[in-house]
C-alpha cells in the first residue's frame, strides 16, 4: 500500500473525487507552461474545505523568489515541490524563505543519476524519484513517461521519497510492489486528456495504490 498525491488539479469535482478516494497529497501546477497550471488564488479556492491530514502541494519548475511569494500569499501551500533544476543549495534557499518542507523532483533515466538522489537528499526534506523528460520537451514532468523501476530495487535514501512518471492504475500496485515505494504521484495516468483529470480514473487509480 502506498499512499497517493494527484497532481495537476484544476477542478473541484476533482478535488472531491481524490479527496473521497484516499489521496493524501493534492498537486497544484504552479508553471505557466503546463497543461494544468493554476493561479494562487484558484488553488486557495479549490482547497477550502479540505479534511485534516490532506497536504496542499505547490509544483514550481525553477521558480523565482517572487513568484513564490506571490503563490505563498494567496494560498496556505504545505509543501513545495521543485521540479526544475534547481541545486541543492537552491533547494535549502528555497526551504528559508518559504518556511515549508521542501520536495525536490529528480529525473532518472539510467543508474548514473541515482547518485543526485543521496546528493539532494541533504538539503531536501523529501525525494519525488521521476522519469526524465525527453531532450527537448516543453515539460519537465507531466509527461505520463516511465523510467526502468528495477534501478531503484534495493535502494534507500536520507529522506522519504514518492515514486512518479507514466503511473496508471494499471502499472502502480507493481511499481509499488517493486520499488517499495511508500507514496505515489500521478498526474497524466488519471486524465483523459493533457490537463483533463477524470474522476474515475482517479478513483481506480488510488484503489489500485493503496491496495
Ligand atoms: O504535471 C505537470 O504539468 C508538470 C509540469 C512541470 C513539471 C512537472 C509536472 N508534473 C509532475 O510530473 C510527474 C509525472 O507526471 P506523469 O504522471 O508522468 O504525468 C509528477 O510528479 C507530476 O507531479
Same mark, same amino acid.
Given at each position: 500500500?502506498?499512499?497517493?498525491?494527484?497532481c495537476?488539479?484544476?477542478?473541484p469535482?476533482?478535488?472531491?473525487?481524490a479527496?473521497?478516494?484516499?489521496?493524501?497529497y493534492?498537486?497544484?501546477?504552479?508553471f505557466?507552461?503546463?497543461?494544468?497550471?493554476?493561479s494562487?488564488?484558484?488553488?486557495a479556492?479549490?482547497?477550502?474545505?479540505?479534511?485534516?491530514?490532506?497536504?496542499?502541494?505547490?509544483?514550481?519548475?525553477?521558480?523565482?523568489?517572487?513568484?513564490?511569494?506571490?503563490?505563498?500569499?494567496?494560498?496556505?501551500?504545505?509543501?513545495?515541490?521543485?521540479?526544475?533544476h534547481?541545486s541543492?543549495?537552491?533547494?535549502a534557499?528555497?526551504?528559508?524563505?518559504?518556511?515549508?518542507p521542501v520536495?525536490?523532483?529528480?529525473?532518472?533515466?539510467g543508474?548514473?543519476?541515482?547518485?543526485?538522489?543521496?546528493?539532494?537528499?541533504?538539503?531536501a526534506?523529501?525525494l519525488?524519484?521521476d522519469?526524465?523528460?525527453?531532450?527537448?520537451?516543453?515539460?519537465? %514532468?507531466?509527461?505520463g513517461?516511465?523510467?526502468?523501476?528495477?534501478?531503484?530495487? %534495493?535502494?534507500?535514501?536520507l529522506?522519504?521519497?514518492?515514486?512518479?512518471?507514466?503511473?496508471?492504475?494499471?502499472?502502480?500496485a507493481?511499481a509499488?510492489?517493486?520499488?517499495g515505494?511508500p507514496?505515489?504521484?500521478?498526474?497524466?495516468g488519471?486524465?483523459?486528456?493533457p490537463g483533463?483529470?477524470?474522476?474515475?480514473?482517479?478513483?481506480?487509480?488510488?484503489?489500485?495504490a493503496?491496495?
Amino acid at each position: 500500500m502506498a499512499e497517493v498525491k494527484i497532481c495537476g488539479l484544476r477542478e473541484p469535482a476533482h478535488v472531491t473525487a481524490a479527496v473521497a478516494a484516499g489521496a493524501r497529497y493534492l498537486g497544484f501546477v504552479f508553471f505557466p507552461k503546463s497543461p494544468r497550471a493554476v493561479s494562487g488564488s484558484e488553488a486557495a479556492a479549490l482547497t477550502t474545505d479540505l479534511p485534516v491530514g490532506v497536504a496542499k502541494v505547490g509544483l514550481f519548475v525553477d521558480p523565482s523568489d517572487a513568484l513564490l511569494t506571490k503563490v505563498l500569499d494567496a494560498v496556505a501551500l504545505d509543501i513545495v515541490q521543485l521540479h526544475g533544476h534547481e541545486s541543492p543549495a537552491r533547494v535549502a534557499e528555497v526551504k528559508a524563505l518559504t518556511g515549508l518542507p521542501v520536495m525536490k523532483a529528480v529525473g532518472i533515466s539510467g543508474p548514473e543519476d541515482l547518485v543526485l538522489l543521496t546528493e539532494y537528499g541533504v538539503a531536501a526534506d523529501l525525494l519525488l524519484v521521476d522519469a526524465k523528460p525527453p531532450k527537448g520537451a516543453d515539460l519537465p %514532468g507531466g509527461n505520463g513517461l516511465a523510467f526502468d523501476w528495477r534501478l531503484l530495487v %534495493g535502494r534507500r535514501w536520507l529522506r522519504p521519497w514518492m515514486l512518479a512518471g507514466g503511473l496508471t492504475a494499471d502499472n502502480v500496485a507493481e511499481a509499488v510492489r517493486l520499488t517499495g515505494a511508500p507514496a505515489v504521484d500521478v498526474s497524466s495516468g488519471v486524465e483523459s486528456a493533457p490537463g483533463v483529470k477524470d474522476s474515475a480514473r482517479i478513483g481506480a487509480f488510488c484503489r489500485a495504490a493503496r491496495g
